[in-house]
T-cell receptor, first 111, second 114 residues
């Protein structure tokens, strides 16, 4: 699986959009981008995934660049409960099975 | 419905003792995964089960670590002759099948080896 690079930490004011970047310059054509988050003392939680089109669900939006070498997870209106470590993972669909978590980005949402 | 459950939530043991960690996956989920998270580190994959078989054991750090799954449901991770470096949070996840997009994680077992 391709390696990802994320900033170690970010801050965001409550109510503002949180934009979390991820670089995956060695991504292969059949690798998907997945995002998970881990709130303190809990297990990770799936957020969203995509291949090349932008995706949106009730939790977040995922913007993938046209060359697929980077992506951004957007939390449109961050709340204090969104404070967590966010992991960007690239994974070939239907193979490999294990998620290769890196260090992630620690997002702090402030009042 | 019920999520993934793990027991115990916390385990303190002495160096050299054996420990067993239990995972109850979501009912009907055929795929089950074990990860561990050491202090300040990301999650490290240990082993994956499809049904009762383990096609991928590549993440087990040493032969002191073993895992089994019975009845396509409950899984037990056993660590023999525990060492201080085994101290970590051990997380279990399950998914309906290996191709599923989402893995559902339990709350973890915090293991402390004194």
């Amino acid at each position: 699986d391709a390696k990802t690079t994320q900033p170690p930490s970010m801050d965001c004011a409550e109510g503002r959009a949180a934009n979390l970047p991820c670089n995956h310059s060695t991504i292969s054509g059949n690798e998907y981008v997945y995002w998970y988050r881990q709130i303190h003392s809990q297990g990770p939680q799936y957020i969203i995934h995509g291949l090349k089109n932008n995706e949106t669900n009730e939790m977040a939006s995922l913007i993938i660049t046209e060359d697929r070498k980077s992506s951004t997870l957007i939390l449109p209106h961050a709340t204090l409960r969104d404070t967590a470590v966010y992991y960007c993972i690239v994974r070939v669909w239907n193979s490999g099975y294990a998620l290769n978590f890196g260090k992630g980005t620690s997002l702090l949402v402030t009042p | 419905g019920a999520g993934v459950s793990q027991s115990p939530s916390n385990k303190v043991t002495e160096k050299g003792k054996d420990v067993e960690l239990r995972c109850d996956p979501i009912s009907g989920h055929t795929a089950l995964y074990w990860y561990r998270q050491s202090l300040g580190q990301g999650l490290e994959f240990l082993i994956y089960f499809q049904g009762n078989s383990a096609p991928d054991k590549s993440g087990l750090p040493s032969d002191r670590f073993s895992a089994e799954r019975t009845g396509g449901s409950v899984s037990t991770l056993t660590i023999q002759r525990t060492q201080q470096e085994d101290s970590a949070v051990y997380l279990c996840a399950s998914s309906p099948d290996p191709a599923s997009d989402e893995q559902f994680f339990g709350p973890g077992t915090r293991l402390t080896v004194l």
